[in-house]
């Protein structure tokens, strides 16, 4: 049986992002799992992928800061199989703290959360950065009194550890990050830019001040086809897609699926559709694409922002995938040399998976070892 998981939300007060906008009653959504030590050194913060949520461990059900968006597919733990007790992330050893992003729809604030005139926000909720994301997770660890801490980072949540440690050195231990690199690679950049565009030209987008009752869906969807392609292994699609032929009506007006592969496609995309609020989407994705590590760090390249880590003495463990279309492992490896060669302690691991990026949800034991061992 699963343990019962309760979210928790920390007010923040009046925040003011990177770009300069300040809002008002800014908040974010949190769990945590273990226990927190007497010295506070048992800390490790827990970055979520792209459109995950701080849900990571357990079973919760309720979300009411996410209304609708909290579907069924989101009640388990979306890393249940790496975090419990005798799991790679202990929660005997450990105390875990998982936040959701500034801009999302699960609980911290964003375009979906009220604004003072109350209407949603929408539209009008600031674009968000890695900054953004590393100021608001250090007040949640302030909150607890952390001062130092593991950071373990899968996906774009490995490059915004990236980010927090060049802002806060001094506080970061040692560095986990799994299937992802420093920079966005232009296929990144032009598959969001499609997806953008995909929810723009949905009648329904209304220049986002839809209502909530009545969002893009056909958009929203539209863009998740575009972006799934790249989490999977495309090489397995065919085995990996049902059998059979869905007719998902109300999506389609005349062409229906004629393969499993776009039924599959399809039904990835409708299913997302009901989970996340496309206004949310649209930061979250150009949170992503947006990130730009010298920048970000104040420095003037990138060799000068890993120095910054070497200097602290911060170690490193990459793990890339071979079937990783979204990461490729070659640019993991040339990332793992760079920081090398900058004075960074850093180790890469090469999973062989035919399960592409998302083998880090569904195979923890491939990682175990060499993650345990830079959590020492």
Request: negative net charge.
């Amino acid at each position: 049986m699963q343990q019962s998981i309760r979210s928790h939300i920390l007010e923040l007060g009046s925040f003011t992002f990177d770009n300069g906008e300040t809002l008002p009653d800014i908040r974010l959504a949190y769990e945590t799992y273990g226990t927190l030590n007497a010295e506070k050194s048992n800390a490790i913060l827990l970055f979520h992928a792209l459109t995950g949520s701080h849900h990571a461990h357990g079973y919760n059900n309720s979300l009411p800061e996410a209304g609708d968006f909290w579907q069924p597919e989101n009640h388990d733990g979306w890393w249940d199989r790496m975090i419990g007790p005798g799991k790679p992330l202990d929660t005997n050893k450990f105390f875990i703290i998982c936040a959701n992003y500034l801009g999302s729809c699960y609980g911290s604030s964003g375009p979906t959360q009220i604004a003072p005139d109350g209407e949603p926000w929408g539209s009008r909720f600031p674009m968000v950065n890695a900054n953004d994301q590393a100021r608001a997770q250090i007040q949640l660890l302030d909150h607890f009194g952390v001062d130092r801490f593991h950071i373990v980072g899968p996906s774009l949540g490995g490059m915004l550890s990236l980010a927090l440690a060049s802002m806060f050195p001094e506080r970061v231990r040692n560095i986990v990050i799994i299937g992802a690199g420093y920079e966005p690679s232009i296929e990144h950049k032009l598959t969001a830019f499609e997806q953008m565009i995909s929810i723009e030209l949905d009648p329904d987008y209304r220049a986002g001040r839809y209502p909530l009752t009545n969002p893009p869906l056909k958009g929203l969807a539209l863009a998740r086809i575009i972006c799934h392609k790249l989490f999977v292994n495309q090489n397995g699609l065919e085995k990996r897609a049902r059998k059979g032929i869905c007719d998902r009506k109300g999506m389609l007006t005349w062409y229906l699926p004629a393969r499993n592969t776009e039924s599959y496609m399809l039904h990835q995309g409708t299913k997302f559709a009901k989970r996340f609020d496309a206004n949310a989407y649209i930061r979250i994705i150009n949170l992503w694409v947006g990130f730009d590590l010298p920048t970000f760090s104040g420095k003037d390249s990138i060799e000068a922002a890993f120095r910054v880590y070497a200097q602290h003495g911060i170690r490193f463990q990459l793990f890339s995938i071979d079937t990783d279309y979204c990461f490729k492992a070659d640019d993991v490896e040339a990332f793992h040399q760079q920081l090398s060669r900058c004075g960074v302690s850093s180790g890469h691991t090469r999973i062989v998976s035919e399960k592409g990026h998302d083998s880090f949800l569904l195979e923890p034991e491939l990682y175990e070892k060499d993650l345990c061992r830079c959590l020492q």
